[in-house]
C-alpha cells in the first residue's frame, strides 16, 4: 500500500446488530423508506444514549462496515396514536407503509472525545439510555468493544486501496470494479444533528451491497473539499474510512 504521511490514532470498535433497523430518509411522509443501512446522525445518537449525552460534540469521526448484505422489506404497520393531520386526539389507526433493513449488522468504528468513555461503558455491558437502530421498535445493544492503534494515511491518488468501510464520495477520485463487486450510492445523508429535529450539512456515500469492500483511487491532498474525513490502515491490505 503506496501511503505518505503517517500518524497513529486510537481508534474503537464495536459491533451493532438486530432483526430489523429502520433509519428513515427525511424526504419520505406517507410511507417511511428507509437508508439501506444505519446513518451517521442515528449512529452518533446511539453514542450519545450509551454515555448519557443528549448529542456528541467536538470532533467526532465514524466508520460504518458491512458485515452483511444490504437488503430491506416493506411492511404495512399501525401508526395508532400518532394522530393525523395535526389532530390532537391521538386515536387515529393509519396503515403505513414502513421499509425495514433485514437483519442489520455493523461494525463501527469511532475516534473523537468520547472513545475512553465509550470503551468503558460498551465494555462493561452498561448503558445509561436504551439503544436503538434507528426506531424505538429496533432495539439493539453494541458489544464486542476493542481498542485499537491505527495508522493514519495519505494513499497515493493512483495507488488503489480497499475500504472496509463505507466511503464517502469526496475522498473518491475513481472508483475500482472488482470481481463480484456491487456498489451501491446513498445521496444526501444528514451529516450533523444541531437540534431537535436540525441538522446540518449532507453527504454521499458509496458502499457495497454485499457486505464487502470499496475499492477506489482518492483524490489528492491539495484537491480534497472542506468536509473532513480521514484514511486509517487496518491491516496490510484493507484501511478504514472514518468521517
Known amino acids: 500500500m503506496d501511503v505518505r504521511g503517517q500518524v497513529r490514532l486510537k481508534v474503537l470498535s464495536f459491533d451493532l446488530r438486530g432483526d430489523v433497523g429502520h433509519f428513515r ?9 428507509t437508508y439501506p443501512f444505519i446513518t451517521r446522525t442515528v449512529l ?3 453514542c450519545a444514549s450509551v454515555i448519557g449525552r443528549e448529542s ?3 470532533d467526532n469521526f465514524m466508520g460504518i462496515q458491512l458485515l452483511s448484505r444490504a437488503r430491506t422489506v416493506v411492511q404495512q ?11 390532537s386526539s391521538g386515536t387515529f389507526n393509519r396503515p403505513t407503509s414502513i421499509e425495514l433493513v433485514v437483519s442489520p449488522n455493523y461494525r463501527i468504528y469511532y475516534t473523537g472525545p468520547y472513545l475512553q468513555e465509550l470503551f468503558d461503558m460498551i465494555s462493561t455491558g452498561r448503558s445509561v439510555f436504551h439503544t436503538y437502530l434507528g426506531s424505538a421498535y429496533c432495539l439493539t445493544f ?3 468493544a476493542r481498542l485499537s492503534d491505527l495508522e493514519r494515511i495519505d494513499p497515493h491518488p493512483y495507488t488503489a486501496v480497499e475500504s472496509a468501510t463505507v466511503v464517502p464520495t469526496q475522498a473518491i477520485r475513481e472508483l475500482v470494479f472488482t470481481d463480484g463487486a456491487e456498489y451501491g450510492r446513498v445521496g444526501g445523508m444528514q451529516y450533523q444533528r444541531i437540534g431537535d429535529r436540525s441538522f446540518e450539512g449532507t453527504v454521499n456515500v458509496i458502499y457495497e451491497v454485499n457486505g464487502g469492500s470499496v475499492v477506489f483511487r482518492s483524490v489528492e491532498s491539495r484537491k480534497r473539499d472542506e468536509k473532513p474525513y480521514m484514511i486509517l ?3 496490510e491490505s484493507r484501511v478504514v474510512t472514518l468521517w
Request: proline residues 6%; charged residues 15%; aromatic residues 4%.
Open 25 to 33: 430518509r427525511p424526504d419520505t411522509t406517507v410511507t417511511h423508506a
Open 44 to 46: 452518533a445518537g446511539l
Open 56 to 58: 456528541l460534540d467536538g
Open 77 to 87: 404497520m399501525s401508526m395508532l396514536g400518532k394522530g393525523w393531520l395535526g389532530s
Open 142 to 144: 453494541p458489544h464486542n
Open 233 to 235: 490502515a487496518l491491516d
